[in-house]
DNA sequence: AATGAATGAGCCTTCATTCAT
DNA sequence: GATGAATGAAGGCTCATTCAT
């Protein structure tokens, strides 16, 4: 009976993220991982081979094409600073408010810091292509004689806000007593994004600075909403124009 | 014999440190531990306890006062730029060059991913005075009106840029296939010092922008040495002057 | 379909009695026999009840009428000296030489050393006839009062001999350092035939002995070919003449 | 305390010898060995590092030097034929009275007949020291001019008549309806022992043979001693002679 | 009749921990 | 105080076996 089976296969896998991005590859055990699945415990030498078959298949499972994390839904034709803006906030969601199964983003980051052999496949199916998708983009906000190197650089600004936000957590909520809980997807998103394009000189400064590169008369309500600036052509002109 | 015994506990703790950074919490051994400390397999339970006590104990002992990691020795009298550049450097080369014992770096970012107990000593002795330094400096980059919540978001978008640089490293080099090994502290230093800078006007953006916020008599060079800028007071005033 | 039904048992059996014979009843695995046999994990079960069953089924079907071990064609009316070189050159070739299933002679030393329940039909099959044929051939050879006894320890004395050379390899190796290998059966089955019958007085002693026993006129080739003698019905005359 | 460590050890290797050697080392479990030995499950790691650790000691134990089983002290100056009486009887007491561990024996057979690294260990203990004492007497016995591949034929000829008689109990039990428990050592001994000498023209031929190399005036009751035999130097006499 | 899915017992091993010097 | 011996719990994994088609 194969329906029962891939049942069975796809409870394993389920359960297995979950134990894996909670505790980790060493600390979980395929004992809890089978008792959670309600499989047997010799289930996963079945289906999996070994606890490190298991594993891979977890990461594979997680980013596997029916399942998988959507990218951005950019227009092309849109402005790249709105695309940038959308980037930011599907990494953001991705990790925050953990769409589809909620223990993806979580392994996703334990393997990034600790690669196993499934890295490579995670890096194929996940992160090359937002990385393409990145460098796409940057590639309209920057000039054109912008160095590779340059660009990476500014990309890994821009993801490491992102990223850093995930680990923030529990740090941040000892220092800044439950300040950080402000903090939704939306309203990070419209930082970084402002952030960066400010970087770029492609959006007025973040604060209201004084000097040479400011300027005075800012609006006061710029950081409520990057969407609102970013469709506005006038403030924000794309290359293309 | 109380000097004996103080070094057998310290070679404990250093070795430790090391198999702690290096495997994990769950996957370090007290066995493997006990032999690069040249220390009874009892030793552990013996000085510290158990095996956590020992895990706590490690934490504390890397951040302790006569080894801990120094502040960025910015004289208060700098110019802001100058001080979060040193500050963004001392953070990278905390990470990358690993000044003092090597494993301290990598034991912490553990301890952030994975907070235990050890993780408010780690908070109290590490974060909290880095935090509260970099908010002294942008106490003096930012416009005085501006909100706790807003100078929090500028300070994450700083650490993170530095740290996502740690984890980098082994996606990265599946992606740009070795580019990434063109960055070193310094080179890192500057573009996150200038890309800060810019995000916040105080100075010049990224790449060769073009339009309203932008500069057309550019100096090609800037990103070649953010020291040079940074030692240039009038094109990134401090707000004291 | 009985045919397909038949044919999937036989498989089974021959893996069967491969693995058994290479790895010992505990080390093999159904799994390994029925991947060989190409059949279905359950199998074994459904044509054996249970791996024991399939043991023992293995150990009849080697000995299995249609393809058991022939017993030694030996024309009764053959000098006695002659058949008991046909009995000793058949056992040592079932051992060395393993004609039909060669994993035949393994599997039954191991049943030997190490009795099941499937010995008894191993003792029946295969060991009753040849003990009998060789009881009937040392009729011939010793005189008519041996007590029975006698004739036992006589016939063990062969058979040890034969038997010996099997397990010898592997360690005689180590001793000789590849001495053994000038051993093929022919030669073995010279010695063990003439060393046998010079025990029983019907051929010359080994080797050059003096004395009383011994004779002077001994040829110096005797030991390159038993057959030679065997075949000079002056030498070694039957009781019949 | 090194006195209970080694008592421990001690009664770990008697027990794991015994199950090793009436299940073979693939059955045996060290489960049984620990509660046979009244240790803990995790001694046997911690004694020996793992089972096949432990089974190797086990058969360097078997045959250590202060336990080893004792060389036929055989006088030089006594006959050779007293000398391989000597020998063939202390083959057979070796596994027939199983003197010392009972299991030494029964361990024995199974390595050599599946040898394991642990085998180059017995052959150097046991194999190689018995291999040499039995040439010894054989050079005596044979020609000088016999070859050496000769030699080691008899030398196996007469081993094989040894341990047969180990395999040969269940299976002899079988055909011969209890008849083979009339054979003590000693009784095999004198057998063994008349069987090859007459082979080799050391003694009369067994039974009461006729025709050219028998003799009329044989004693009926040879077989019933060979002590005697070997005692009267006119019947065997020594090469020295 | 014949199969693939699924099971649970039990294997060896490792580990942190404690005990008796 | 400080150590090596010894422990028991638990881990991953393998296996023969059974069940539901």
Redesign the pocket.
């Known amino acids: 009976?194969?329906a029962?089976?891939d049942e069975?296969?796809r409870r394993l896998l389920e359960a297995a993220g979950e134990v894996f991005a909670d505790k980790g590859y060493r600390a979980?055990?395929?004992?809890e991982i089978c008792r959670r699945a309600k499989?047997?415990?010799?289930?996963?030498?079945?289906y999996f081979g070994?606890?490190?078959g298991l594993y891979v298949a977890v990461v594979g499972y997680a980013h596997g094409k029916e399942e998988g994390l959507p990218l951005p839904e950019c227009d092309s034709i849109a402005p790249p600073e709105d695309r940038l803006r959308g980037f930011i906030e599907q990494v953001l969601s991705t990790h925050f408010e953990e769409k589809g199964p909620p223990w993806r983003a979580r392994l996703m980051i334990r393997e990034m810091a600790e690669p196993t052999e499934a890295c490579a496949a995670l890096v194929d199916a996940y992160v090359r292509p937002r990385a393409e998708l990145l460098h796409e983009i940057l590639g309209e906000l920057l000039p054109p004689e912008t160095s590779e190197a340059d660009r990476h650089l500014v990309a890994f600004s821009i993801v490491g806000q992102c990223l850093f936000h995930r680990a923030r957590n529990p740090v941040a909520e000892m220092l800044s007593n439950g300040l950080s809980r402000q903090f939704d997807v939306k309203r990070l998103a419209d930082h970084i994004t402002r952030f960066t394009l400010a970087a770029l000189g492609r959006a007025e400064p973040i604060g209201r600075s004084v000097g040479r590169f400011g300027e005075s008369d800012r609006r006061a309500t710029f950081s409520s909403g990057a969407v609102s600036l970013l469709g506005n052509p006038r403030r924000a002109p794309t290359r293309r124009e």
């Open positions: 009976m194969t029962k089976h069975t296969r979980a055990t395929i004992r499989a047997n415990i010799a289930a996963v030498n079945y070994d606890k490190q």
